[in-house]
């Protein structure tokens, strides 16, 4: 028998605020108390997975456990083809201990001048869980194809977003609409995805 989450706590296992923002907004409408792992006061744990899907159940599983409720996570990460797939699981790790994502952005476009590439295509990926205290947990995954494009362009988003111009646009997702951005990303398509199998609409 299926699972349905409906009228109940859950709890994002995250401390990034845009990230906590972003799924708030896709999940309003919807009859679910949210919380984050930072409101609760559970530390992040340790992403020491080898892909997105490991780290985000690694993440969902331990919060669940801790809150004793639903937890969901999302792993994502932005995957340059020119530099093999990265900056990938690491996407964060670039960015530093201060989340510096203009630092790693330059970090990528100097990657890319080194190699003298001329392919900047890229894609996003987003693997989210979904983690109950008993131990059982679902996947769901989205993906977006794009360009990116040097310099950062938009004040919107976060992580990212100012680089990456998806496949059929010309603007970056730093510079769409929130809303809009949320209709097309990685994560939207991934949430889509949790929402027709797991969710119940007000």
């Known amino acids: 028998m299926k699972k349905k989450i409906n009228n109940e706590e859950i709890v994002i296992a995250s401390h990034n605020n845009g990230k906590v923002v972003e799924i708030r907004d896709l999940l309003k409408n919807y009859d679910l108390k949210i919380l984050s792992s930072r409101d609760l006061g559970i530390e992040e744990p340790e992403e020491n997975g080898s892909s997105f899907e490991e780290n985000a159940i690694i993440k969902s599983s331990i919060t669940s456990t801790l809150s004793k409720t639903v937890s969901l996570s999302d792993d994502s990460g932005l995957c340059v083809n020119a530099l093999g797939g990265q900056p990938g699981i690491y996407s964060a790790r670039w960015a530093g201990p201060d989340k510096d994502f203009l630092y790693a952005a330059e970090k990528i476009h100097e990657n890319l001048l080194e190699k003298g590439a001329d392919d900047y295509s890229a894609y996003f990926i987003c693997v989210l869980a979904v983690s109950w205290p008993d131990g059982d ?47 097309i990303s990685h994560r ?8 027709k199998e797991l969710l119940i609409e007000k």
């Open 137 to 183: 947990h679902k996947v769901f995954k989205g993906r977006v194809d794009g360009n990116l494009s040097f310099p950062p362009r938009g004040d919107n988003g976060f992580g990212y977003d100012p680089i990456f111009i998806p496949l059929g646009y010309e603007q970056t997702f730093g510079e769409m609409e929130p809303e809009f951005k949320h209709s």
């Open 188 to 195: 939207s398509h991934a949430f889509n995805l949790f929402s």
